[in-house]
């Protein structure tokens, strides 16, 4: 605690303690906030008391301060420091699932992330599916961190429960989604930011996206994109159980349109919107990456509000140059000719000609004829 007026410490000590500052219940609420030091410390957390009838020098104050919660303030006390220890944070309830075998993901850095974040347990994925279930096991925790690549965070989105804050480190090739959210690409240095904002109760509270009941973080298709997708996991895994990077990803796009020599025709319908060659949903912007540069199929996604559709109409051999263009600029293709577009949607409806591979978060979910891709708004609460 710190006293009211830069006096002598010990004089503004004995006069508090003659003070009823502190009443009543010492379960009442109670929270860590920073507060400025004297002698040019930066800070150090102390803590708002409410309805607690200790004196400062009773030893029992001690956990009564610490582990009750809430954000009732009595006072603020600027200048010297007096008893500060009872200033150290709430111990926080915190599950880290990793997947080892993720791209970026290695026992060196895993150890760096939990010396950053301590968490309660880390829990290492063993399979396919694993981490949803690791996620839904993990629901009485405070929050829950992932470090892996998006498939994990995918995963864990799908068996999140409601309302328990999550974080996402970047352990993938990729990590569309960490990136997306502005986190560094460094995972512990996303650990340190993670950290800072479990400490300061720093959320984002986001909208997810579902398709055919699954839920995704940032972006889903169905035809052109998930056709790369799987063309990508036909490749297999390195020994160590990693996927292929991001040369594979410009390979198989190019494969892609050399076999079909540049021609896309329409294959599938979305209701209200007409017929297209494909269909790109997006829950933010940008919709992925190449390497370092972003792509931008849906400029103006957002992570608060709905998704939106991008699909061209027809692709013909000169319009390759264009849609490129369209996409790593971030615009054009909103007002484009040609492109079907819808912004902000609660509910994107398309039947196909055909079964045509289905994606979400770069996932391949296999073949669909008739897909719904659902808004879940207001979803989720991030640690940014």
């Known amino acids: 605690m710190v006293a009211l007026v830069p006096l002598d410490a010990g004089v503004v000590e004995a006069a508090l303690q003659l003070l009823a500052l502190l009443l009543a219940d010492a379960d009442a609420d109670v929270v860590a906030r920073p507060a400025l030091l004297v002698e040019g410390e930066a800070g150090v957390p102390d803590v708002r008391h409410h309805r607690v009838a200790l004196g400062f020098d009773d030893p029992r104050a001690e956990d009564a301060l610490v582990e009750a919660r809430g954000r009732v303030r009595i006072g603020r006390l600027e200048g010297c420091v007096v008893e500060a220890w009872h200033a150290r944070p709430r111990i926080m309830d915190l599950t880290l699932i990793v997947n080892p075998f993720s791209t970026n993901v290695t026992e060196q850095r895993v150890r760096e992330v939990e010396a950053v974040l301590a968490p309660s347990r880390t829990l290492l994925t063993e399979h396919a599916g694993h981490a949803t279930e690791l996620a839904a096991a993990a629901a009485g925790a405070d929050a829950i961190v992932v470090f892996g690549g998006d498939g994990s965070a995918n995963e864990v989105l799908n068996g999140l429960a409601a309302d328990s804050p999550v974080a996402f480190l970047p352990g993938g090739g990729t990590s569309v989604l960490a990136r997306a959210l502005g986190l560094p690409r460094d995972p512990v240095n996303a650990a340190r930011q993670v950290a800072e904002a479990l400490a300061g109760e720093r959320m984002r509270r986001i909208s997810l996206g579902r398709v055919n009941g699954r839920r995704f973080a940032f972006a889903a298709g169905i035809g052109f994109d998930a056709e790369i997708v799987r063309r990508v996991d036909r490749l297999g895994r390195s020994a160590d159980g990693r996927r292929p990077g991001d040369l594979a ?53 957002r992570f608060e509000l709905g998704l939106d559709v991008v699909a061209p109409v027809t692709v013909g051999p000169t319009d390759v140059p264009r849609l490129l263009a369209y996409v790593f600029r971030g615009r054009g293709q909103t007002e484009a000719a040609g492109i079907r577009y819808g912004h902000d949607l609660d509910r994107i409806e398309v039947s196909c000609d055909r079964p045509l591979p289905l994606q979400a978060d770069g996932e391949d979910l296999g073949d669909a004829d008739h897909v719904v891709f659902e808004a879940e708004r207001n979803a989720v609460s991030i640690l940014i």
Do not use: K, W
């Open 249 to 301: 990803y410009v390979g198989a796009v190019a494969s892609v349109v050399g076999r079909r020599l540049g021609r896309f025709e329409p294959a599938l319908e979305i209701a209200g919107l007409g017929r297209a060659a494909f269909a790109l949903v997006a829950n933010c912007d940008p919709y992925t990456y190449a390497g370092s540069v972003a792509v931008h199929v849906a400029p103006e996604a």
